[in-house]
């Protein structure tokens, strides 16, 4: 399994802008499809955005899609989600997972075998 660390996280006012960054570990990132799935409290962890290997194919959740983008770097390891417009009720924890093979269930937790620890965006009215 990769491991997956996020970064990016912190505190912004309505409007503004944040980068997510997931760090991956080992030399074949490049066969991992990733997403990034959200989870406010007293919710259910829901998707947000996934990509696949070589980034040409993204998908986007209708409750982000206009604001946020997905994007990966293989030579870094890395992929990204960039968030703008960001509304108040963005605020969560954000978690990057991966997973192996295409699947049309991409949107499905279940489908992600490695998940990052989680970095919290808190979004300010």
């Known amino acids: 399994q990769v491991q997956l660390v996020e970064s990016g996280g912190g505190l912004v006012q309505a409007g503004g802008s944040l980068r997510l960054s997931c760090a991956a570990s080992g030399r074949t990132f490049s066969r991992y499809y990733m997403g990034w799935f959200r989870q406010a409290p007293g919710n259910e962890r829901e998707f947000v955005a996934a990509?696949?290997?070589?980034?040409?194919?993204?998908r986007i959740a209708d409750s982000v899609k206009g604001r946020f983008t997905i994007s990966r770097d293989n030579a870094k390891n890395t992929v990204y989600l960039q968030m703008n417009s960001l509304k108040p009720e963005d605020t969560a924890v954000y978690y990057c997972a991966a997973r192996t093979g295409y699947s049309l269930s991409y949107y499905r937790e279940g489908m992600y075998a490695s998940w990052g620890q989680g970095t919290q965006v808190t979004v300010s009215s």
């Open positions: 990509i696949s290997t070589n980034g040409y194919d993204t």
